[in-house]
């Protein structure tokens, strides 16, 4: 059995750390999984414990810039960027010194991903290991991500030494991840520092689209293999198809549904009228949305019975692209119109 770790017992969690074990910690987005960077066996236990690709490379949680510098070189623009934004969602791709983290943690590559979670208990355990930690979702590869220690629970409990008790997270989706290894900043991952954000200090600023070969190692997590699925297929609904999804569940009175919509959508449609039909809040916008998306999917996991889940689409900007990126990755980007 892994141990629910309280803020009381922070020293032993960090014990566990630098034993080469396994502890989850809280950060604002999602539970991350956490080893000791500077220790490849530890980190190759992640790899295991999540059934995570070898070649899928991982992000270090650090304490602050200063952390950053001794494994990576700073340039005046990613220094101004952590300042900026750290502690909070953003991690920055840079290049690395040479030998300065083994190749288990960055996938062979020259480059490594850094953030600075905004969760002070977190950054607390990372000072009393006294090592950065890596920190990929801590949840079953390809699942939806961990937003609260039964979460993690569910998945891992009893493959990794225990969860560092943060409570639910704030965001929800993971931190944006921000190429500044290249010519031109480019924005990897969708999160909740938009691209908008990021331009009074970089001025162009990339969103890349690029599609990660089979024998290529991506530069972040996410790009490369299927990711944030529960057991039910998704079908992502735009706002003018809610109609016609009342008129499917009608048809499929026998058949249990899960919905995930704001409560606007649930009442316009008249879903509210179907027995077969459980309802999962998104709240009222696409920031709501965001934090809510991992948990609905995680819940209707839990109902085996259900096997078709529909769910709201966002307007893609702002915080809406990271919950779209996410909820297309979950859908395997399958819409409703495409239902049999």
Same mark, same amino acid.
């Given at each position: 059995?892994?141990?629910?770790?309280?803020?009381?017992?922070?020293?032993?969690?960090?014990?566990?750390?630098?034993?080469?074990?396994?502890?989850?910690?809280?950060?604002?987005?999602?539970?991350?999984?956490?080893?000791?960077?500077? $220790?490849?066996?530890?980190?190759?236990?992640?790899?295991?414990?999540?059934?995570?690709?070898?070649?899928?490379?991982?992000?270090? !949680?650090?304490?602050?810039?200063?952390?950053?510098?001794?494994?990576?070189?700073?340039?005046?623009?990613?220094?101004q960027?952590?300042?900026? *934004?750290?502690?909070?969602?953003?991690?920055?791709?840079?290049?690395?010194?040479?030998?300065?983290?083994?190749?288990?943690?960055?996938?062979?590559?020259?480059?490594?991903?850094?953030? $600075?979670?905004?969760?002070? %208990?977190?950054?607390?355990?990372?000072?009393?290991?006294?090592?950065p930690l890596?920190?990929?979702?801590?949840?079953?590869?390809?699942?939806?991500?961990?937003?609260?220690?039964? !979460?993690?629970?569910?998945?891992?409990?009893?493959?990794?030494?225990?969860?560092?008790?943060?409570?639910?997270?704030?965001?929800? &989706?993971?931190s944006?991840?921000?190429?500044?290894?290249g010519? &031109?900043?480019?924005? @990897?991952?969708?999160?909740?520092?938009?691209?908008e954000? %990021?331009t009074?200090?970089?001025?162009?600023?990339?969103?890349?689209? !690029?599609? &990660?070969?089979?024998?290529?190692?991506?530069?972040?997590?996410?790009?490369?293999?299927?990711?944030?699925?529960? $057991?039910?297929?998704?079908?992502?609904?735009?706002?003018?198809?809610?109609?016609? &999804?009342?008129?499917?569940?009608?048809?499929?009175?026998?058949?249990?549904?899960?919905?995930?919509?704001?409560?606007?959508?649930?009442?316009?449609?008249? @879903?509210?009228? *179907?027995?077969?039909?459980?309802?999962?809040? @998104?709240?009222?916008?696409?920031?709501?949305a965001?934090?809510? @998306? =991992?948990?609905?999917?995680?819940?209707?996991?839990?109902?085996?019975?259900?096997?078709?889940? =529909?769910?709201?689409?966002?307007d893609?900007?702002?915080?809406?692209?990271?919950?779209?990126?996410?909820?297309?990755?979950?859908?395997?980007?399958?819409?409703?119109?495409?239902i $049999?």
């Amino acid at each position: 059995m892994s141990e629910i770790f309280q803020s009381e017992n922070l020293a032993d969690a960090a014990a566990a750390i630098q034993r080469g074990e396994l502890v989850a910690f809280p950060t604002e987005t999602v539970y991350g999984l956490g080893a000791d960077a500077t $220790n490849p066996d530890a980190v190759k236990k992640v790899y295991q414990a999540k059934g995570r690709p070898s070649d899928n490379p991982l992000i270090v !949680h650090v304490t602050g810039p200063a952390q950053v510098a001794e494994f990576a070189e700073i340039d005046a623009q990613s220094k101004q960027l952590m300042d900026t *934004f750290w502690p909070g969602p953003l991690t920055i791709i840079l290049p690395i010194k040479p030998h300065a983290l083994d190749p288990v943690v960055t996938g062979g590559l020259t480059t490594a991903a850094f953030r $600075n979670p905004d969760t002070p %208990l977190t950054l607390k355990l990372i000072e009393q290991a006294g090592v950065p930690l890596v920190g990929p979702s801590a949840n079953t590869s390809g699942k939806p991500s961990p937003t609260k220690p039964a !979460h993690v629970m569910h998945d891992l409990n009893g493959k990794i030494a225990g969860v560092l008790d943060g409570g639910e997270t704030k965001i929800g &989706v993971e931190s944006t991840v921000l190429d500044m290894s290249g010519a &031109v900043p480019s924005v @990897l991952r969708p999160g909740a520092v938009t691209p908008e954000d %990021l331009t009074p200090i970089l001025g162009e600023v990339q969103t890349d689209h !690029h599609k &990660v070969g089979k024998d290529e190692v991506p530069k972040a997590p996410g790009m490369k293999y299927k990711h944030y699925a529960p $057991n039910a297929q998704v079908y992502i609904v735009k706002d003018a198809q809610w109609s016609k &999804v009342a008129d499917w569940v009608a048809q499929h009175a026998q058949q249990p549904v899960g919905v995930l919509a704001t409560s606007a959508i649930f009442d316009s449609t008249k @879903l509210i009228d *179907f027995d077969n039909v459980d309802f999962i809040s @998104l709240g009222e916008d696409a920031r709501t949305a965001s934090h809510h @998306l =991992f948990d609905g999917l995680r819940t209707f996991d839990g109902k085996p019975q259900i096997k078709v889940i =529909f769910a709201q689409a966002f307007d893609p900007t702002g915080i809406g692209a990271a919950y779209m990126n996410r909820l297309q990755k979950s859908a395997g980007n399958t819409y409703f119109d495409e239902i $049999n």
